[in-house]
């Protein structure tokens, strides 16, 4: 994700991850196509204009749209099916990425596009309102969508195998939850100033009035209003947080002489603050580590009970914790302080809940040990200690409620000390 991105364009990145969006691409391409017919009718050579009748033109399309319709609520079924599993398998929380599936996303809004597309031309083509040569471009155009359909139809027949199987789901998690993870070590404070410490006193605290998960932070609104104030702002907590009314989200620091703000820019700086329903990944590394930690536990649980599953997430835990390169020095929001995120942030996110479902698997135990070990010898400040806490936390999870001694001496044994 651009790493100094406003709201504005944040929401046009949420916009084109719906399936509406290229739908609504194709219903644009039919709309032009006929205004193209009609413009482009008079220059269209006479001996090229009754080529195509308009019986051709009117079956292809017929066609299209009947079939696209019967496979887009196949596709719809199919996909359902698909959440459903993925939601009662792995987490509830795993829906969101398998419907932001750039695959199924594009057959879906391929699907849609060309029965949008069909209607609109069996209008303008039963109503006359172009001729041969408008017919022409018609067919043209109708001849690039079939072909449009039939890789995506490939595409799509090859995916479905796959679709709402755990192990999909987890890479679907992981690939979000990686990207997260690299633009937090190239800007982990969103270019803005690092808070050193607890927040300052003497702030004028500001709430937000509406209830939800803190999804997004428009880093360079709150550098602008604060210019504008010749003042510092203090935000409180990372994306993630739970905003509710009552709890402040950012204090300014005004300067001496300075009278409070207006109430429209106080409004100005609540909305640079954008909260929702759910937790997103772009702003917060922290949300793609729980959600894969949770399809662990729910491996882990005496229902499902595949440790085989949460093992294998704690490889993908420790692939999206090594994500990313060094930090960046750029400060690009002078004005504007952000709080770190502490190491044990991260660990706790991903471990603690594992190392408490699976403490009576040996197998789970020795390899979370293993985890921790690779973790240790990553760059990151405090890797290193926080490994080793972890490490030894878990151990002595597994220690007590393993039953048997010589599996204790196993895991003792290949435990890492660091």
């Known amino acids: 994700m651009k790493l100094n991105l406003t709201k504005r364009w944040w929401i046009v990145i949420q916009a084109l991850r719906e399936v509406w969006s290229v739908a609504a691409l194709y219903c644009v391409v039919a709309v032009l196509t006929a205004f193209l017919g009609v413009i482009v009718e008079p220059f269209v050579p006479y001996e090229f204009r009754e080529v195509i009748t308009p019986e051709a033109v009117g079956?292809?399309?017929?066609i299209i749209a009947s079939s696209m319709l019967s496979v887009?609520?196949?596709?719809?079924?199919?996909?359902?099916?698909?959440?459903?599993?993925?939601?009662s398998n792995a987490t509830p929380r795993a829906v969101g990425t398998l419907l932001q599936d750039r695959t199924a996303q594009s057959a879906l809004s391929t699907f849609l596009g060309a029965f949008i597309f069909s209607l609109v031309g069996l209008i303008a083509l039963n109503t006359h309102l172009y001729g041969g040569g408008g017919r022409l471009i018609q067919f043209v155009v109708t001849l690039a969508v079939i072909l449009l359909i039939i890789i995506m139809l490939v595409r799509w027949i090859n995916y479905l195998g796959h679709l709402?199987?755990?192990?999909?789901?987890i890479?679907?998690?992981?690939?979000?939850a990686s990207r997260s993870m690299a633009a937090f070590r190239q800007a982990p404070f969103m270019l803005a100033q690092k808070r050193q410490?607890?927040?300052?006193?003497?702030?004028?605290?500001?709430?937000?009035?509406?209830?939800?998960?803190?999804?997004?932070?428009?880093?360079?609104?709150?550098?602008?209003?604060a210019d504008r104030l010749g003042a510092d702002i203090h935000v409180v907590d990372r994306c993630g947080m739970f905003?509710?009314?009552?709890?402040?989200?950012?204090?300014?620091?005004?300067?001496?002489?300075?009278?409070?703000?207006?109430?429209?820019?106080?409004?100005?700086?609540?909305k640079a603050f954008t909260v929702g329903d759910t937790r997103s990944y772009d702003q917060d590394p922290l949300y793609g580590l729980t959600v894969l930690s949770q399809i662990?536990?729910?491996?882990?649980?005496p229902g499902i009970n595949d440790p085989g599953t949460a093992i294998d997430v704690i490889g993908n835990l420790v692939r999206v914790m090594a994500a990313g390169e060094p930090e960046s020095k750029v400060v690009h929001h002078d004005r504007v302080y952000m709080p770190e995120i502490k190491t044990s942030e991260f660990f706790d996110a991903a471990f603690t809940g594992i190392s408490r479902d699976g403490a009576d698997k040996i197998e789970v135990g020795m390899r979370l040990q293993r985890a921790f070990e690779s973790l240790s010898f990553l760059p990151y400040a405090g890797y290193g200690d926080t490994a080793r806490f972890y490490a030894a936390t878990a151990l002595e999870r597994s220690l007590a409620k393993l039953d048997f001694e010589s599996d204790r001496a196993r895991l003792a044994e290949t435990a890492f000390k660091g």
């Open 197 to 225: 410490g607890d927040l300052p006193t003497g702030l004028l605290m500001v709430e937000h009035k509406e209830i939800g998960y803190l999804r997004f932070i428009d880093l360079a609104a709150l550098d602008s209003i």
């Open 171 to 176: 890479a679907q998690v992981e690939s979000p």
């Open 243 to 270: 905003v509710t009314p009552g709890r402040p989200i950012a204090g300014i620091a005004l300067a001496n002489g300075k009278g409070t703000p207006s109430t429209e820019i106080l409004e100005e700086l609540r």
């Open 296 to 301: 662990a536990m729910r491996a882990l649980s």
């Open 164 to 169: 709402g199987q755990v192990t999909k789901t």
């Open 72 to 87: 887009l609520v196949f596709s719809l079924n199919t996909l359902v099916q698909a959440s459903t599993a993925a939601a």
């Open 59 to 62: 079956s292809l399309l017929t």
